[in-house]
């Protein structure tokens, strides 16, 4: 078969193709011939032409929108890099304010993990969330129920830039941090999530009702367990709600014990 002939069949997949000749016995009596003789038409037939790759429907939208294509490029990253991205992200303009972006903290294979709103200043100093006032109160919470940060437990928050003056995210602020926080918990596969005050409950469940009625309730985000609770800095300024949060602890921890029987 002539070259451009086999590139051609080759294109159209058909290499493995072969001509079937009628022969009468005349022909078989003959001189044996190819079986696939060149074609009078060979010296015509175009270049071989490769077609272009066919491409996932995701990557043309991700070619045509540069927030999924970001949104796409967070989903893939490791811890380091991660880590480094949140750290560099100038994405919104929480960057402008902040000494440092805090990505996280705690054991990366964790049990529970427990997402607050956002650094306030003495995190934006240290790194570290909830180190502040807000975060001795975190850390008596996880206390009455045997825990300890960095066991088992990691801390994360709905934005990892300070919002200035300790303001409330907004929610195009969480909507940019959200797949840093989406990569976070994709990597961590916690066995429970505690969310702490409404900007948390907004930013991983897209919920605008009331704490007060998706506290004592079991959601889920991607088939892990949620809960809801106040935040620690709300009940600094309102101690009566201790008990709530009493509650609600003790509901994770039920909620724990009965997740490590069914899953062992
Ligand atoms: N409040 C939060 O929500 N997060 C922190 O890290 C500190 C205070």
Not at 203 to 218: C, F, K, N, P
Request: hydrophobic fraction near 40%; glycine fraction near 6%.
């Amino acid at each position: 078969m002539s070259d451009t002939r086999s590139l051609f069949l080759e294109e159209m997949g058909l290499t493995r193709w072969q001509l079937r000749i009628q022969t009468t016995k005349a022909d078989q009596e003959a001189e044996p011939v190819e079986a696939n003789p060149p074609l009078a038409a060979d010296a015509a037939l175009p270049p071989a032409v490769t077609p272009a790759p066919v491409l996932p429907a995701s990557a043309f939208r991700e070619a045509l929108s540069p927030t999924l294509a970001r949104q796409a490029e967070i989903a893939r990253m490791d811890w380091e890099t991660l880590e480094a991205a949140s750290r560099n992200c100038s994405a919104c303009g929480l960057c402008q304010m902040r000494k440092q972006a805090v990505p996280g903290v705690g054991d990366r294979h964790p049990d529970w993990l427990f997402i607050g709103e956002g650094p306030g200043a003495e995190e934006d100093a240290q790194g570290e969330p909830f180190v502040g006032q807000a975060g001795k109160l975190l850390d008596a919470m996880l206390a009455s129920i045997g825990l300890r940060r960095g066991n088992r437990v990691y801390i994360a928050n709905a934005v990892k830039c300070r919002p200035e003056g300790n303001r409330t995210p907004h929610p195009d602020e969480m909507a940019t941090c959200r797949p840093f926080l989406q990569r976070q918990i994709a990597l961590l596969q916690p066995r429970l999530i505690v969310l702490l005050g409404k900007a948390a409950m907004h930013s991983v469940l897209g919920e605008d009702r009331s704490l007060a009625s998706m506290r004592q309730r079991i959601w889920h985000y991607e088939h892990i367990p949620v809960l809801v609770t106040y935040h620690p800095a709300y009940l600094l300024r309102n101690l009566p709600e201790k008990i709530k949060v009493w509650e609600d602890l003790c509901l994770a921890r039920r909620t724990m014990a009965q997740q490590s029987t069914t899953t062992g």
